[in-house]
């Protein structure tokens, strides 16, 4: 009698694609937010066991490292290429400095780029008190160290502290601008519309580009307003 050479179910579970568990979990994750979504709940969307999950990916906390990490690569990739235009003048281009920080975000946002769910998949994660997610969105900021030293030989006059404090300001700036378009609607009685791609990279860049244009503070004269 010889043997079955038919797979076992779980066999051919085990080789789903892990593809199609990562796009499963960032389309759950953006629709309810990471804390909100268990294993099973992956599984079941994908059509697949929970072992197969773990096979793949360990545990909930690493498929969601794995998420982030994947979408802040292909945003750094983007940004890679336009920060090396800034890095091959001998003095940065402020404007282009600060194009390479807004607009990879801002042009995935259009309906025909296809990536809401990654965009709101990144909305919800970048701001989530899981340890995974802040772990890992803390990890992707040693990347901006390069664009620190770009700053610093586009405005030598400015100190490395206050270089970073701008900075640190000017992702601010892009995460109001791309993730909080609402606010804008809402305020402005329907006048500015943030879904303009184009106009909210150009203002958000203006923005900025004064920002770090801007004196530098004196240290010890801000002070607290009078009551």
């Given at each position: 009698?010889?043997?079955?050479?038919?797979?076992?179910?779980?066999?051919?579970?085990?080789?789903?694609?892990?593809?199609?568990?990562?796009?499963?979990?960032?389309?759950?994750?953006?629709?309810?937010?990471?804390?909100?979504?268990?294993?099973?709940?992956?599984?079941?969307?994908?059509?697949?066991?929970?072992?197969?999950?773990?096979?793949?990916?360990?545990?909930?906390?690493?498929?969601?490292?794995?998420?982030?990490?994947?979408?802040?690569a292909e945003l750094g990739e983007i940004r890679d290429a336009l920060f090396a235009e800034a890095e091959a003048q001998e003095t940065p281009e402020l404007r282009k400095v600060l194009y390479a920080i807004f607009a990879p975000v801002a042009r995935l946002r259009?309906?025909?780029?296809?990536?809401?769910?990654?965009?709101?998949?990144?909305?919800?994660a970048l701001v989530s008190p899981l340890p995974e997610m802040k772990e890992e969105a803390d990890s992707s900021v040693f990347a901006l160290k390069r664009v620190v030293r770009l700053l610093e030989r586009a405005l030598p006059h400015l100190s490395?502290?206050?270089?970073?404090?701008?900075?640190?300001?000017?992702?601010?700036?892009?995460?109001m601008t791309h993730w909080d378009d609402a606010r804008l609607a809402i305020m402005s009685d329907g006048e500015c519309n943030g879904n303009a791609?184009?106009?909210?990279?150009?203002?958000?860049?203006?923005?900025?580009?004064?920002?770090?244009?801007?004196?530098?503070?004196?240290?010890?004269?801000?002070s607290a307003p009078s009551a």
């Open positions: 009698m010889t043997a079955s050479t038919t797979p076992h179910p779980e066999s051919r579970e085990i080789g789903a694609s892990a593809t199609t568990i990562l796009e499963t979990a960032e389309r759950l994750c953006a629709e309810r937010g990471p804390e909100s979504v268990s294993v099973r709940d992956i599984a079941k969307a994908a059509d697949v066991s929970i072992s197969v999950i773990y096979h793949h990916f360990g545990s909930k906390a690493q498929l969601l490292r794995t998420v982030l990490q994947t979408r802040l259009p309906p025909a780029a296809g990536r809401q769910v990654t965009m709101q998949f990144l909305a919800r490395h502290a206050e270089i970073c404090w701008r900075l640190h300001f000017t992702f601010g700036i892009e995460h791609i184009e106009e909210s990279i150009e203002r958000a860049i203006a923005y900025a580009e004064a920002a770090f244009l801007a004196p530098a503070l004196a240290v010890g004269s801000a």
